[in-house]
């Protein structure tokens, strides 16, 4: 019997093997692919280390560790100032892939027109470049209990762009990131830890009168993934919206690798209640105007060709993520 490898599995024995040929130590840890706390600063690409450390640490923003994690640093007799260990986190590929967009006109242009050919320049997003990470919007539009922590608990956007198009329009670019995930058993996301039902929280935006959804049910939406991207396109209605924003209009951008297929195109498990046949196809046909999401590549996102500057940094994207 031939047993077909899924994506995740592919790509984590490529990730074992990768950080085992770059950290021989890391051949006694299990798994081998989450590098130890001492070297989880080196899961940044090395162009893009510093800077990336220095804006998560300047917007309080969290990096997503998973418990066994946290546990591990807890035990240490110094803090360790990195993100996760893991090498297929998410958040760490949109670090890796993003930031040099967030520090470069030229790039961020190109990337932005990559994701929007009608975009004629990127705007500073309020904090000093071109890209924000872990963004969650100058106001509670959702009104999300809990600390405006970004990158903790409430909704947020793994990466935000804000661009002017041909026509003058500005627009707001939401850029959500997948790796490995897969959400295989479609887990239901009605209620919260407390108990709390989050259908009742989101209820009075999901049927608005000029709610970016179509009519139907509430609790039809909230299976993974589609949950999070109610939560992410109401938050983008939302600040449109907002008269104190300068945006008009907004594009939500998901980026997942092509090989992904189990999260490209498994639908049904995930949300019974919803139709189509591929991610993009079933998300779209929740929306009033499907043509505002679309699912890309990571190597749709960034350009085979980027300034002399970054040459470094795009044969190390390559060589780690195949981008």
């Known amino acids: 019997?031939?047993?077909?490898?899924?994506?995740?599995?592919?790509?984590?024995?490529?990730?074992?093997?990768?950080?085992?040929?770059?950290?021989?130590?890391?051949?006694?840890?299990?798994?081998?692919?989450?590098?130890?706390?001492?070297?989880?600063?080196?899961?940044?690409?090395?162009?893009v280390r510093e800077s990336a450390l220095d804006y998560f640490d300047q917007h309080q923003i969290r990096w997503w560790l998973r418990t066994a994690e946290e546990a591990e640093r807890a035990a240490?007799?110094?803090?360790?100032?990195?993100?996760?260990?893991?090498?297929?986190?998410?958040?760490?590929?949109c670090v890796n892939h993003l930031e040099p967009a967030r520090l470069d006109n030229e790039l961020a242009l190109a990337v932005a027109r990559r994701l929007d050919p009608r975009v004629r320049e990127v705007r500073d997003t309020g904090e000093g470049g071109f890209v924000a990470f872990e963004w969650i919007g100058d106001k509670s539009y959702l009104n999300e209990r809990g600390a405006r922590t970004r990158g903790a608990r409430l909704t947020s956007i793994d990466a935000i762009m804000?661009?002017?198009?041909?026509?003058?329009?500005?627009?707001?670019?939401?850029?959500?990131?997948k790796y490995t995930e897969t959400y295989e058993k479609g887990r239901e996301m009605r209620y919260a830890d407390d108990g709390t039902d989050r259908v009742e929280r989101y209820r009075k935006l999901i049927e608005a009168e000029d709610s970016p959804l179509l009519p139907g049910a509430p609790e039809r939406l909230?299976?993974?993934?589609?949950?999070?991207?109610?939560?992410?396109?109401?938050?983008?209605?939302?600040?449109?919206?907002?008269?104190?924003?300068p945006e008009l209009t907004w594009v939500h951008v998901h980026v997942i690798p092509g090989e992904n297929l189990e999260l490209r195109t498994r639908v049904k498990q995930a949300v019974p209640l919803l139709e189509g046949n591929t991610l993009d196809e079933t998300w779209q046909g929740a929306l009033r105007a499907p043509e505002r999401y679309r699912v890309v590549t990571p190597s749709d996102v960034v350009p085979a060709s980027v300034p002399t500057s970054w040459a470094g940094w795009r044969r190390c994207l390559s060589g780690r993520y195949l981008t």
Not at 8 to 19: N, P
Not at 79 to 92: D, F, I, M, W
Not at 164 to 173: A, G, H, Q, S, W
Not at 225 to 238: D, G, H, I, N, V
């Open 222 to 245: 909230f299976y993974e993934p589609y949950e999070q991207l109610m939560r992410q396109t109401l938050l983008a209605a939302a600040v449109a919206a907002d008269s104190e924003t």
């Open 1 to 47: 019997m031939i047993t077909v490898m899924t994506y995740r599995q592919r790509e984590l024995a490529r990730l074992t093997e990768l950080a085992i040929e770059r950290w021989p130590a890391q051949g006694a840890r299990r798994p081998p692919y989450v590098l130890a706390p001492e070297l989880a600063r080196d899961n940044l690409l090395a162009g």
């Open 76 to 93: 240490l007799a110094a803090p360790v100032r990195a993100p996760t260990g893991h090498l297929n986190s998410s958040q760490v590929a």
């Open 162 to 177: 804000r661009v002017t198009l041909d026509d003058d329009t500005p627009m707001l670019i939401l850029i959500e990131w």
